[in-house]
Each structure stands twice: as C-alpha cells, then as structure tokens.
C-alpha cells in the first residue's frame, strides 16, 4: 500500500513497469488526496492498469438516520465525527484545514496564500446548496472569475468540494448553467455508482435539486425540510420537461408514501437504496 502518492508522481512510471512484468504482475493499492487532473501521475503512466474508487467519509447507512445532526455538524471524517465532544471535534477540523491549506495545497505545485483559499472555502461554504456565482464571490475576494473558477476546481480535485453541474434540455426555455451543491444530496450520490447526476433549474423559476439518469430511466429528486411535504407546480413542471421515470420528495420522515403516480414522500435512509446496482 502506497499512501499520499501525490507527493511522489516520480513513481508512476516504476508502477508500471512492475504492473506489465509477465510473469509477475503486481498489484498496489494506491491513496492519494488529489484527483488525477491535479496529481497528473496515475492517468498518465498508469492508464489501463489502474481503477479509480473514491472514498467518502462516514455515510448515513453507517451512522444512521439519528446521527444526521452530528454527521451535518462534525463532516464525515472519522476523527471529527467520533470525537469525544463538539469541541474537540471542531479542534480537530481547524487543525485539518490548516495543514490542508498550509502543507498539501503547496505540496501539488499550487501557489495561492493559504490565506485566500480559506477565504474562498469559507464563501462557497456559506453559499452551500446554492446556484454557484463565479462574479459575486470574485467581487468579494477581488478577483476576476477565472480565477474563481481555478479556485473552485482546485477544491474540488482535492476532494473537499463537490460541484453538482447543471442539465441542458433541448427546450424552448432558458435554463441556469451554473454548478451547485448541497449536503443531502451527498450520501445519495455516494451510494450510487453512477456519475449521471446533475440539478436542473430555468429562469422561469421551475427547478429539480436532483436528475439523475439510472439504468436507463430519468429519476428526480426533491429535498424538503418539512415533516409533510406536498407537491408543488415546479415538481409539475420537471416531471414534464424531463420526461422523468419517478420524482421522489426527501422529507425528514420515516415512511414512504405516494403524493401522486410518479411522485413518492421518501425517507432520506430509504433513498439511499433506490440507486443501489
């Protein structure tokens, strides 16, 4: 096992010579906290030979439905979340940011003051969940939106990020083009082994938080706060445009239960299985 192999892309090119030896091939298990656009060493030197599995923090079919508040307040990662109180875990992030931002940013050739991307991580951490605005946070920072952008991505391949990027249909409406994120959206993602997820939304107002394109069918999701959630014009309007299979309400609740044909109020634990392979 090969851990933070982003530190040593000198390596890739050994991997693969061991890994084509005929009569002994070798196999690695290799961890890096980098995305391949960033580190550039595995799909370069190891295409072919090397398959990619991305690890999530603790999910909510590991700490269950009851621990959503804590799994919201501490993150996933295993430290924060099992620490012994609030405050050791928050001790425990700050240390983590720091060292993020300090040593492994710099450490994959990135030069941009820690303190400017932690400015820029605490922005889009505050506009979670929300349509991405490269202009509005470029103003705030004093930056042009390329550079925003940049920042963006940089957070992204380093995995402490998630863009939602948005879907096109070939309608006679104008629709949002912008990235988005949001926390519950995340577990169902991560129990899925598909990569066809996006948001839709037009500037007409109508939206659907989730699209994703599963075994060949079009299944929408919504994410409601209340404990009785029903359907609204916008749901209408998706499930038409889209053409979508099924539109499933996510509700703080524990059961399932039918709104209409094609739309179900669905438990977030129980939408955790509707994608499973």
Known sequence: MLDEVQQMPELFPVLRVLADRPEQPAQFLILESASPELVKGPAESLAGRVSFVDVTGFNLRETGAEALPKRWWRGGFPR????????????WQQDFFRTFLERDIPHLGIRIPSATLRRFW???????????????????LGVKDPTTRRYLDILTGTYVVQQLPPWFEN???RQ???????????????????LDAYFWATHSGAELDLLIFHQGQRIGFEFKTGEAPSTTKSMHVALEDLALDHLHVIYPGERSFSLTEKITGTPLLAALDLLDP
């Open 176 to 194: 949002v083009k912008s990235a988005q994120e949001g926390f519950c959206i995340e577990p169902i993602l991560s129990g899925s082994d598909t």
């Open 80 to 91: 924060a979340f099992l620490a012994r109180n609030d405050t050791a875990s928050r001790r």
């Open 171 to 173: 309608l006679k409406k």
């Open 122 to 140: 605490s922005m889009i951490a505050h506009s979670h969940g929300q349509i991405w605005n490269a202009s509005e946070i470029g103003r705030s």
